[in-house]
């Protein structure tokens, strides 16, 4: 990708590529999200631990499909040279027990010179909501 923002980030930057993020989140395209890894990177999604690029794309197969009707907001909190932190809330419906679920959680982001991510680190919380509290 020859558009692919590259730290040292400035906030302009930065909140770009956080809204590429949502973006990509939102398309739920599950092919699409590895290409901006790293090769090494590191993921930590709640109990889930994962190395390299080879590895997100099966996690992602596995755990979107159970979240439907899917929808995300994130918001930059901080950023430096080469890392972002931002909050988020996302919506969902469990596909099998048809609960609705509103998740809160803190990212933080690095990435290498190239603007490939070398580590996503999430922290986040799902709290069971009804289909008319939803807000996004």
């Known amino acids: 990708m020859t558009d692919r923002i590259k730290p040292p980030f400035t906030e302009a930057s930065a909140r770009q590529m956080v809204q590429n993020a949502e973006d990509a989140w939102n398309r739920r395209v599950a092919e699409d999200i590895p290409g901006d890894q790293a090769e090494n990177t590191k993921w930590r999604y709640k109990e889930f631990f994962l190395e390299g690029r080879e590895n997100i794309l099966p996690f992602l197969e596995a755990r979107w499909p159970l979240q439907q009707e899917y929808r995300l907001k994130k918001e930059m909190w901080a950023f430096g040279d080469s890392r972002i932190s931002i ?31 070398t580590l996503q680190d999430i922290s986040s919380n799902d709290l069971e909501i009804t289909e008319s509290e939803r807000t996004l």
Do not use: C, K, P, V
């Open 87 to 117: 909050r988020f809330i996302s919506e969902w419906r469990h596909r099998d027990t048809g609960q609705w679920y509103r998740t809160f959680g803190n990212e933080h982001w690095e990435f290498a010179a190239d603007g490939l991510m």
